[in-house]
């Protein structure tokens, strides 16, 4: 029983595809070798670092952090117990939460600063993409701000889907993820171990077309395409495919709504896009995904960019 657990397991890993920010990286790479001469010296010690972002596959996001603001709350007429003809109430000061999308790269745990123009910049990173599942793109972002209470999240096209680190695995509960994984209740993903020999494994579940729950500022999310919608077996290739699914998001809207304790609310809507997006390096030799399209001589990754809307 436990040979055929196990059979079924590895058959299950085998099957998985390719993440799709594994061979945007490696291209990424392979471009920057190419770069003009006068800047070879400068990045040879960058290109470890690009290899080692290869593996990894991590995603970018840029976003302005949240904090709180105050507004009046509406105004009561008359001497503040409702009878009309008094003095006027004072105007009641209310918390209204204000808010942020902050990066998580899964693999490396870095964070990207906010774009100067508020926008949003993805690059596919570490996911998981099968025909049964659907494909989690490892676009991951968490909600950052103050006095937020709830969350509610929508989007038009597409979905959402909850990313949750299961760190510190026991072997009781590596067998159990195994098992799920190999009965098809549970998306595939890799058990790893590290260093310190701690083992640990991402835990991908599909939320669907939106969400509302208690906010937790843990809380990772990412965008996520039904299995009935994504590019599988189009013989173009696993590279081409993941474009085509960061491409079924292009015109798409995401709409973020927080809601204070005492019931205030704020919301914020993004208008997604697709296509090959300009990569810059940082102070610390970093690169940093711009939400911005890509020139013929820039570097560049493929992925999804996002613009406030007013």
Same mark, same amino acid.
């Given at each position: 029983?436990?040979?055929?657990?196990?059979?079924?397991?590895?058959?299950? +890993?085998?099957?998985?595809?390719?993440?799709?920010?594994?061979?945007?990286?490696?291209?990424? @790479?392979?471009?920057?070798?190419? /770069?003009?001469p006068?800047?070879?010296?400068?990045?040879?010690?960058?290109?470890?670092?690009?290899?080692?972002?290869?593996v990894?596959? $991590?995603c970018?996001?840029?976003?302005?952090?949240?904090?709180?603001?105050?507004?009046?709350?509406?105004a009561?007429?008359? #001497?503040?117990?409702?009878?009309?003809?008094?003095?006027?109430?004072?105007?009641?000061?209310? !918390? =209204?939460?204000?808010?942020?999308?902050? $990066?998580? $790269?899964a693999m490396?745990?870095?964070s990207?600063g906010?774009? %100067?123009?508020g926008?949003? @910049?993805? /690059? /596919? &990173?570490?996911?998981?993409?099968?025909? %049964?599942?659907?494909?989690?793109?490892?676009?991951?972002?968490?909600?950052? &701000?103050?006095?937020? $209470?709830?969350?509610?999240?929508?989007? #038009?096209? *597409? &979905?959402?889907?909850r990313?949750?680190?299961?760190?510190?695995?026991?072997?009781?509960?590596?067998a159990?993820?195994?098992?799920? +994984?190999?009965?098809?209740?549970?998306?595939?993903?890799a058990?790893?171990?590290?260093?310190?020999?701690?083992?640990?494994?991402?835990?991908?579940?599909?939320?669907?077309?939106? !969400?509302? %729950?208690?906010?937790?500022? %843990?809380?990772?999310?990412?965008?996520?395409?039904?299995?009935?919608?994504?590019?599988?077996?189009?013989?173009?290739?696993?590279?081409?495919?993941?474009?085509?699914?960061?491409?079924?998001?292009?015109?798409?809207? !995401?709409?973020?709504?927080?809601?204070?304790? #005492?019931?205030?609310?704020?919301?914020?809507?993004?208008?997604?896009?697709s296509?090959?997006l300009?990569?810059?390096?940082? *102070?610390?030799?970093s690169?940093?995904v711009?939400?911005?399209?890509? *020139?013929?001589?820039?570097?560049? =990754?493929? &992925?999804?960019?996002? =613009?406030?809307?007013?």
């Amino acid at each position: 029983m436990k040979a055929n657990s196990q059979n079924n397991y590895r058959k299950l +890993m085998e099957s998985i595809y390719t993440p799709a920010g594994l061979n945007d990286r490696v291209l990424f @790479a392979a471009r920057q070798e190419t /770069a003009e001469p006068r800047r070879r010296r400068a990045e040879t010690r960058r290109r470890p670092w690009l290899l080692r972002t290869a593996v990894c596959a $991590a995603c970018a996001l840029a976003l302005v952090l949240g904090g709180i603001s105050l507004k009046p709350a509406p105004a009561a007429s008359g #001497d503040g117990t409702g009878a009309p003809g008094g003095p006027a109430a004072e105007p009641v000061m209310r !918390l =209204v939460p204000t808010f942020g999308l902050t $990066a998580y $790269a899964a693999m490396t745990e870095t964070s990207y600063g906010p774009a %100067e123009n508020g926008g949003i @910049a993805f /690059a /596919a &990173g570490e996911g998981c993409v099968t025909p %049964e599942f659907g494909d989690f793109t490892g676009c991951l972002f968490r909600i950052t &701000g103050e006095n937020i $209470a709830q969350v509610r999240m929508s989007i #038009d096209r *597409g &979905g959402l889907y909850r990313y949750q680190l299961r760190d510190n695995l026991t072997d009781e509960e590596m067998a159990a993820y195994r098992q799920a +994984m190999a009965e098809g209740t549970l998306a595939p993903a890799a058990i790893s171990q590290r260093d310190d020999g701690t083992w640990y494994m991402p835990e991908m579940t599909a939320l669907g077309e939106g !969400l509302q %729950e208690d906010y937790d500022p %843990e809380s990772l999310y990412g965008f996520w395409v039904p299995p009935e919608d994504m590019a599988v077996n189009t013989g173009l290739g696993i590279t081409t495919e993941c474009q085509m699914d960061a491409d079924y998001f292009d015109g798409g809207t !995401l709409t973020v709504t927080v809601t204070s304790s #005492d019931g205030t609310e704020n919301t914020q809507t993004y208008r997604l896009h697709s296509g090959q997006l300009k990569v810059e390096y940082a *102070g610390d030799n970093s690169i940093v995904v711009l939400p911005e399209p890509a *020139g013929p001589d820039d570097l560049f =990754v493929y &992925g999804i960019y996002a =613009v406030p809307q007013d």
